[in-house]
Nanobody, 115 residues
């Protein structure tokens, strides 16, 4: 049974940093690429970082290299390091496979960037 539990969200000021964590169960990291997504109020869900099974990472150009994805495969944990946060980064952040393949989403973790 797939279970995804995100944590680490908080309210921070612009320019701040956060590290999000995701506890993953029921997903084999060796055969599934993993990713972080976010959904801002009134917007659709968008991918913000991807980690392939070969440990290749990707983050969209519009994030300007501010976000970094990593994993502790032994602990089945996924991380998202976010630096130089901007108000437009305010959203609920989710982890999942890429593409989302199991029809399951976690509760997400809220990140609010505001002065």
């Amino acid at each position: 049974q797939v279970k995804l539990v995100e944590s680490g969200g908080a309210s921070v000021q612009p320019g701040g940093s956060l590290r999000l964590s995701c506890a993953v169960s029921g997903v084999d990291f060796s055969v599934n690429s993993m990713a972080w997504y976010r959904q801002a109020p009134g917007e659709g869900r968008e991918l913000v970082a991807r980690l392939t099974t070969a440990d290749s990472t990707y983050s969209p150009a519009f994030l300007e290299g501010r976000f970094a994805i990593s994993a502790d495969r032994a602990a089945n944990r996924l991380y998202l390091q976010m630096n130089a946060l901007k108000p437009e980064d305010t959203a609920v952040y989710y982890c999942n496979t890429q593409p989302p393949s199991f029809g399951v989403w976690g509760p997400g973790t809220q990140v609010t960037v505001s002065s």
